[in-house]
């Protein structure tokens, strides 16, 4: 007798749909990058993308730390390295404020 334990089958599913969506987000995310880097000729400013009505700036420091992480992520070359120190202030401002508000 052999019996199925569905909730590992269900949790396996939804680990994969995630996952599968992560990697479809990123790809979107990739390729307004590249679109935008293509009509600049250089590698855009965070702002660059609201100047030039592409994703909205907040879509990218929810899914990433910051804009530096997003960076990496897409394989910019010649990014300068950061120290922790940086890379946690960098993080700090920009959930504080990529919305122009702070929060309480």
Do not use: C
């Not at 334990?5 to 396996?12: D, I, L, Q, S, T």
């Not at 420091?61 to 946690?88: A, C, G, R, S, T």
Request: aromatic share 10%; glycine share 2%; no cysteine.
């Amino acid at each position: 007798m052999s019996t199925i334990n569905f909730e590992e089958v269900a949790k396996k599913r939804i680990y994969d749909s995630i996952n599968n969506e992560n990697l479809s987000q990123l790809k979107i995310l990739k390729d307004e990058f590249q679109q935008l880097k293509n009509k600049l000729g250089e590698t855009p400013y965070l702002i660059d993308f609201w100047k030039n009505n592409s994703i909205d700036p907040e879509v990218i420091v929810d899914k990433y730390d910051n804009y530096y992480d997003f960076l990496l992520k897409v394989k910019e070359k010649d990014l300068p390295p950061i120290d922790i120190h940086e890379y946690q202030v960098l993080t700090m401002l920009s959930k504080e404020l990529i919305n122009g508000k702070t929060t309480s």
